[in-house]
């Protein structure tokens, strides 16, 4: 698997890609899609994640299916957790706390459902 240096959040993507172009607000999308608008507009400020049941719901409404939006996060996690120390990674050293790994997969946007 091809690691990109610069990972893009799902958000951004929703942003840029949908949002603007398409002159579409948070409030209109979240109507559409019945998820609601808080989640969408943290979503395009790339401040949670895409669960699942967001991805089903976002590739409904724009047609292009929730592999589209589950990948999108996927790969902005695997991303962003290749960047990160490897101590922080494994776990298994003495030093690392279960709290400051709890810590570590919150400011990195691991997906929550």
């Not at 579409?24 to 994640?49: D, F, H, M």
């Not at 996927?74 to 050293?93: I, N, W």
Request: charged content about 15%; proline content about 7%.
């Amino acid at each position: 698997m091809i690691i990109p240096a610069n990972p893009v959040h799902p958000g951004r993507v929703l942003r840029n890609e949908f949002l603007g172009p398409l002159n579409l607000t948070p409030y209109r999308i979240a109507k559409a899609t019945g998820v609601p608008r808080i989640r969408i507009e943290r979503l395009a400020r790339c401040e949670t994640s895409v669960t699942a049941n967001t991805a089903l719901r976002l590739g409904g409404s724009f047609s292009t299916g929730p592999e589209f939006w589950i990948n999108l996060q996927m790969l902005y996690d695997v991303a962003v957790c290749a960047r990160e120390p490897q101590a922080a990674r494994s776990g298994s050293t003495a030093s690392t706390s279960r709290a400051s790994l709890a810590q570590t997969a919150t400011s990195y946007s691991i997906c929550r459902l």
